[in-house]
């Protein structure tokens, strides 16, 4: 999926279409891991063991407990609950296991299908920032919406 141009709809970056591009990619998300101020996580269907995307902590603040969340799924699988599944992992892992207080996250303004998924996850819109976005194929601006969800009660 990395070279539909879907998939990067919303996204700053290029489609990266070389074997080389893609092992870069994957190389910076396994350094970002080795940080004690981030993980990653490929997301894979279960049956075919196939790597349909990947979900990310980042930015974590131990002396607030808060952090950002990051993810892309291959659109291919778009609308089939393989992205609210890994979110609800992820959420249940920082709030009940590491007592988390408060994650959030930034999306691309038209990026609906996101920002519902995150609504439904029980993250609550918090503001707008705008031309925070530039897309590096065509250099346009595009808005961010910030949501976040606080406190394990939700989880």
């Known amino acids: 999926y990395s070279c539909m141009p879907e998939f990067f709809r ?7 279409c070389e074997l080389s591009e893609t092992e870069q990619y994957f190389d910076k998300l396994v350094r970002r891991s080795d940080d004690q101020n981030g993980h990653y996580w490929m997301i894979k269907v279960l049956e075919t063991e196939k790597v349909i995307g990947t ?20 659109p291919l699988y778009w609308g089939q609950g393989y992205f609210s599944e890994a979110l609800c992992l992820v959420l249940r892992f920082m709030f009940d296991e590491r007592d988390f207080h408060r994650v959030w996250a930034n999306t691309a303004a038209q990026n609906i299908g996101s920002i519902r998924a ?28 910030i949501l976040a969800r606080v406190g394990p009660e939700q989880a």
């Not at 919303?10 to 990266?16: A, G, I, R, V």
């Not at 902590?57 to 892309?72: K, N, Q």
């Not at 995150?118 to 194929?137: S, T």
């Open 55 to 74: 979900f990310g902590v980042l930015g974590i603040d131990l002396r607030t407990m808060s952090a950002e969340i990051g993810y892309g799924i291959s």
């Open 10 to 16: 919303y996204l700053e970056m290029k489609p990266h």
């Open 118 to 145: 995150l609504e439904r996850a029980g993250f609550e819109r918090e503001g707008l920032m705008r031309d925070f976005y530039r897309h590096q194929a065509d250099e346009t601006y595009m808005d961010a919406v």
